[in-house]
């Protein structure tokens, strides 16, 4: 089983936010999302989730509230703010500029050689 | 409501809590139940979902951790578990809190005497700090003398940079009221004295400015809050009443604040007179327009923002100029200021180098009992090492168990900072027994204000680190599947635990020794001290004082007095002789010094020849047995119609005359020419440590006082002697009382009081750190012995004699005995020499001294690791490899 150190460092706040961008969820429900958006190509141990949300929560990006699941359990729903949007964007793009720049190096030298 | 407001974050981390866990919960079900309905069975389901989590306590942990001030809900905890574990275990907190109470409290109230007496010495008085004492030089003398009044109001018009400067002279006086009579003493100061210390009398005024100006022309007093309760009992009407003081009317113009004692570490004033009354206090005649005359011990307060540096160049400006102007009075002379505690006038000078070697071995002590209490944590680190081994395995890092650790030691330390203070406070008082007893009240006193509280709070911190860390670090260190194993017995003294212990005894061990060496030179300096010889007779020689000015005496009638009370006092039986001088050796009153020439001798540019001297009457060689060498005594001749003699010492006769005999010679005293007539052999005037130093007497009669010192030889003691004297002075006047009566022997105790108390402090401390490294080196071996009954056991078992056991823990506490003496012995060796002119004629590597410390330790030590040795000598190796 991956480890949380296996995957880039921020990287799994990054991935939270973007499972959160489509709407709110629980945490189990953020873990699934992240699954199924990802295709499996990250795995974390499903613990490691938590102290992620709930630092993400103390930074502001995330909101917390406790509602009801789709079979009736109590269960707490996370949301994100509109500072969680903002630097969902910004990673988003940093990361798009950052691997452009890589693969651009990458093929450059593919092509000399 | 504010308790609500404190609590709320204990309540609110439950409920954090709570919602943690219900969060995971549901996570865990969840995924149960998918995994259930993807085909697993139930039970399978449910333990897949829980690997998949992965350590929920940690995850816990770390959520937690996310919240802000997480460290303080943390510490919170810690506290509470801490206090829980402490009162779980009370034997071993009693122990480590006394241990740490002893430390503490011992630097709390040493503390607490410095800045009483050194740093803030005199209460109620606003901004000491800016306060600095005026100390009078001359060049190419070492050491501090008075300031003259000329000189003093020169200074204060020409500096800019001081506020103001404080005149004041300790004066004495007899006070009756009704028909009580009893000695008060008092203070000489200048009109700005209230003022620029900033006390505002109770009741009625301080002086006016010019009020210290005009021979005897302001005969007015303020007196002291105590003077008032006692003497008046707190009547308002008394200012304006009139006191008799030295047989002049006083105006009381004001009551001092209660708690202000005055300016004078040692002494508590009872009243206050303006300089302008300086000759009717003063035996020595008027000195307010003379500037060769010095008498005033001041201060100085600085201005705002001005350093020391600047206000003593300033001053030195004015004090070259002054040399310039008055050649005759000022040559070489200047002005230092010193810091209060520097100040060379009172008994500061005394404490300080008393004080300052306390500091050290109290310091020590502390040292010591964090030894002592490390030793205990690392025992009951050992018995705790379960719990310990289970917090970890549950996700507690090694951080968090070191921190958990120092918050138990932060307990420790800070009820023991607790009951230091405690200590420091009932000491506070402990000061006034260092002082002989003198006439009037005697103000010295600890002081706890919130510097002292500050630098015990920091003594308590650094304790903490001193003997926290060590068994912090140690026991956080776990081998976690070796501890939760059944911990296996070792061979004694193998252990890396057991091995931090014996450094931790080695280091007691060797303190414990330096402060008994240092203990045992200071006593045998005392021991020395008391058996050198003066230059003149310990015994059978008693001392007293007849103040006359105090009783109104004018020079005339002085003179009959004192011819009169002679008479009667040699006539009296069981006396030898009896005899005056002005000043009695090792007394407090000082010597006066004049300057002197002599036919032929070369004055080098910048020197001013001068010499202490005494008047004496003839009677006095002979009663002190101070021997002449040459020439002859005085005798009643030498009165004021004869021609002015004069008897040297050796020494001056060595300086001046080169050695020839000046017998015949002439001698030239403050500009009056006079013969010498003998040569006395050298003595010591001022204490013991002094060396040979010029000095010449004068007769009595030819330079009368009204203030005398009576020497009396008699074989009978003090307290018969004394009513017999005041019975004399009584018959000759009611009103005049004579001062307590000492022996030379007693005289000459009080001057080696530093050494004493320093000594006695030492020992006192010395012992107090030798029975705790005593016990901690009990506790060690009986430790080890305990631990290793199964060893010992076996090796019974297999033939080992008991003395070979006996042998065995013996020769594991003597090496480290041994190593800590030889440590000791190195650090003694290299310290000793701090106490610097407090040895007298004892060397600091005194063989004596180290020697008896080597046999002390040594006992004591062998006494403590034998009792366990024992123990293991008489292992029963049945029972010990039954257990």
Redesign the interface.
């Known amino acids: 089983m991956a480890n949380t150190a296996d995957i880039l460092p921020g990287t799994l706040d990054m991935l939270i936010l973007k499972a959160l961008s489509l709407g709110s969820l629980h945490g189990y429900g953020v873990l699934l999302r992240i699954q199924q958006i990802s295709a499996g190509a990250f795995e974390v141990e499903q613990g490691a989730l938590y102290p992620a949300l709930y630092r993400l929560e103390q930074r502001g990006m995330l909101t917390a509230k406790w509602g009801l699941s789709e079979n009736n359990r109590r269960a707490k729903y996370y949301g994100l703010t509109h500072r969680g949007e903002k630097h969902l964007r910004q990673q988003t793009e940093n990361w798009n500029r950052l691997t452009l720049a890589i693969a651009t190096v990458l093929n450059a030298g593919a092509e000399e050689t | 409501m504010q308790l609500r407001v404190f609590l709320e974050p204990l309540f609110r981390r439950d409920r954090l809590d709570q ?2 866990e ?3 919960r ?2 865990i079900e ?2 149960a139940a998918d995994l259930h309905r993807s085909g697993l069975p139930a039970e399978e389901a449910k333990r897949k979902a829980q690997i ?5 306590e ?2 816990k942990e ?2 937690r ?4 001030f997480q460290w303080v809900y943390a510490f919170l905890s810690d506290l509470h578990f801490g206090m829980r574990m402490l009162r779980r275990s009370p034997g071993f907190s009693m122990l480590a809190i006394l241990c740490l109470t002893i430390g503490i409290g011992a630097n709390a109230a040493v503390f607490g005497w410095i800045e009483g007496t050194l740093f803030r010495p005199y209460p109620l008085v606003a901004h000491q700090e800016t306060l600095f004492v005026l100390a009078g030089t001359a060049r190419g003398v070492n050491g501090y003398d008075d300031t003259s009044w000329p000189d003093l109001l020169d200074f204060q018009r020409n500096c800019k940079l001081i506020d103001s400067f404080v005149a004041e002279k300790i004066v004495g006086t007899t006070l009756s009221i009704g028909d009580r009579a009893q000695r008060a003493v008092g203070s000489l100061v200048s009109a700005n004295y209230f003022a620029a210390l900033g006390i505002r009398p109770v009741l009625g005024r301080g002086f006016e400015p010019g009020e210290d100006m005009g021979r005897n022309a302001h005969p007015v007093v303020v007196i002291s809050y105590q003077l008032w309760q006692d003497r008046f009992h707190g009547d308002r009407s008394v200012i304006g009443k009139t006191q008799m003081l030295n047989s002049l009317p006083h105006t009381i113009v004001g009551v001092a604040p209660k708690g202000f004692y005055g300016t004078f570490v040692g002494y508590a004033w009872q009243f206050w007179v303006p300089a302008s009354m300086q000759e009717r206090f003063d035996s020595s005649g008027y000195k307010l327009e003379d500037r060769g005359a010095r008498w005033i011990e001041g201060f100085v307060r600085l201005k705002p923002g001005v350093s020391v540096e600047q206000a003593q160049q300033e001053i030195a400006a004015v004090a070259r100029r002054l040399e310039r102007d008055f050649p005759e009075t000022n040559r070489g002379r200047g002005i230092k200021l010193l810091p209060l505690w520097q100040s060379p006038f009172n008994a500061s000078q005394a404490m300080l180098p008393t004080l300052k070697i306390t500091t050290l071995v109290v310091f020590f002590v502390l040292i010591i009992a964090c030894a002592n209490v490390s030793n205990l944590l690392l025992v009951r680190a050992f018995a705790r090492r379960h719990e310990l081994t289970v917090r970890m395995a549950v996700g507690a890092g090694r951080g968090r168990l070191i921190k958990q650790l120092l918050t138990e030691s932060l307990v420790l330390a800070s009820i023991a900072l607790v009951g230091g203070i405690l200590v420091a406070h009932w000491c506070r008082n402990l000061l006034v027994l260092l002082i002989p007893p003198r006439a009037g009240p005697i103000f010295m006193k600890g002081e706890l204000d919130w510097r002292v509280l500050a630098l015990s709070a920091a003594v308590s911190l650094i304790s903490i680190l001193l003997f926290g860390t060590i068994p912090a670090l140690q026991t956080s260190n776990l081998d976690i599947s070796s501890a939760l194993k059944c911990e296996s017995v070792g061979v004694i003294g193998t252990r890396g635990k057991s091995k931090l212990r014996s450094a931790l005894i080695l280091l007691q061990v060797a303190l414990s020794f330096v402060l008994l060496v240092g203990a045992g030179l200071l006593l045998e300096s005392v021991q020395r001290i008391r058996n050198s010889s003066p230059g003149f007779s310990r015994d059978g020689v008693l001392i007293t004082a007849i103040n006359l000015l105090a009783a109104g005496y004018d020079l005339q009638r002085a003179k009959n007095f004192q011819e009169e009370l002679l008479n009667r006092v040699q006539g009296l039986a069981g006396v030898e002789s009896a005899a005056y001088a002005r000043v009695v050796p090792f007394s407090y009153v000082s010597y006066s010094s004049a300057p002197v020439a002599v036919d032929g001798y070369q004055v080098a540019p910048d020197e001013q020849p001068s010499a202490d001297y005494d008047e004496v009457s003839p009677a006095f060689f002979s009663t002190l047995g101070i021997p002449l060498v040459s020439g002859r005594n005085f005798t009643r001749a030498d009165d004021e119609n004869a021609p002015p003699v004069a008897i040297v010492n050796e020494a001056m006769a060595a300086q001046y005359w080169r050695g020839a005999d000046p017998v015949g010679m002439r001698l030239q005293v403050k500009g009056r020419w006079m013969q010498v007539i003998g040569v006395a052999k050298n003595a010591k005037y001022r204490n013991m440590l002094e060396t040979p130093k010029p000095f010449f007497y004068m007769p009595l009669r030819q330079n009368s006082s009204a203030q005398v010192g009576l020497l009396v030889r008699t074989r009978q003691d003090p307290a018969t002697i004394a009513p017999v004297l005041a019975r004399e002075v009584h018959a000759l006047d009611p009103d005049v009382a004579p001062y307590g009566v000492l022996t030379v022997r007693e005289q000459l105790a009080r001057q080696t009081l530093t050494q004493q108390v320093a000594g006695t402090f030492l020992g006192i401390f010395g012992g107090l750190a030798l029975l705790l490294a005593t016990i901690g080196l009990y506790g060690v071996m009986s430790y080890a012995v305990s631990q290793s009954t199964r060893e010992l056991g076996l090796r019974v078992a297999l033939g080992a004699a008991p003395s070979h056991l006996l042998r065995l823990v013996m020769s594991r506490g003597v090496a480290v005995i041994g190593l800590g003496i030889a440590m000791g012995f190195a650090a003694a060796l290299g310290t000793t020499r701090l106490f610097g002119y407090l040895l007298y004629d004892v060397s600091p590597h005194d063989p004596l001294s180290f020697g008896s410390a080597l046999v002390i330790i040594t006992a004591a030590s062998m006494a403590a690791c034998f009792l366990p040795a024992w123990r293991a000598m008489r292992t029963d190796p049945l029972r010990a490899l039954r257990d």
């Open positions: 919602s943690i219900e969060e995971m549901f996570h969840e995924r998949e989590f992965g350590g929920q940690t995850y770390q959520c951790n996310t919240r802000p």
